[in-house]
């Protein structure tokens, strides 16, 4: 009996086949209809794979390398909902030793303050290019504070008025502090 793995499961989802159709396909026929599309010839649908997205970077990180066993961290935004994973590759395999939550990825979180902060989405230019403008020396230590606080990265620290004023888990954190709780609801634009 052949395991079902999340990717097969994924693959089964409807989409719309245009943008404003209602007809909808599943996501193996699409890609398949596309890529015949693409290429000029005929695609055998059982030959569409789907992989998981931080899979995929470590795979293609791994086998590029050149070394025949190594330590693969592959870290991003999000993806699958995870923001990264930490695997072994050996033999042209990978086993994954670690995976990171959505909650734990420094650029949700990064754009989450970016939406505090009066911006939205896809702003993250307009901050960068006023943190030029900033003194660093007067965040140095909040910033030491932080990096020491980052080596454990099941914990998050929130900030306030330049001070750390929490540190937990997302899950404690959503529950018990309100800075935190503001940062994730949904902001309007």
């Known amino acids: 009996m052949q395991r079902k793995n999340i990717a097969t499961i994924c693959c089964r989802r409807l989409v719309q086949e245009k943008p404003g159709s209602s007809r909808q396909v599943d996501v193996r026929t699409l890609a398949k209809h596309r890529l015949q599309q693409a290429f000029g010839t005929e695609i055998d649908e059982s030959r569409i794979t789907f992989v998981r997205h931080h899979s995929a970077h470590a795979a293609s990180a791994f086998a590029l390398s050149g070394f025949e066993r190594s ?46 902060l009066g911006n939205g989405p896809f702003d993250e230019y307009k901050v960068m290019g006023l943190g030029s403008y900033g003194n660093s020396v007067v965040y140095r230590p909040l910033l030491k504070e932080l990096g020491e606080g980052i080596v ?13 004023v929490a540190a937990g888990t997302h899950e404690s954190l959503y529950q018990q502090c309100p800075l935190y709780q503001a940062l994730w609801e949904p902001t309007e634009k």
Do not use: P
């Not at 695997?87 to 949700?108: N, P």
């Not at 454990?152 to 750390?164: D, F, H």
């Open 71 to 116: 330590l693969v961290l592959a870290i991003d935004g999000n993806g699958d909902f995870l923001s990264g994973l930490v695997a072994v590759g050996e033999d042209m395999a990978l086993k994954e030793i670690e995976r990171f939550s959505q909650s734990q990825s420094l650029g949700e979180f990064y754009v989450r303050m970016i939406c505090f």
């Open 152 to 164: 454990n990265l099941g914990r998050t620290i929130v900030l306030g008025a330049g001070k750390v």
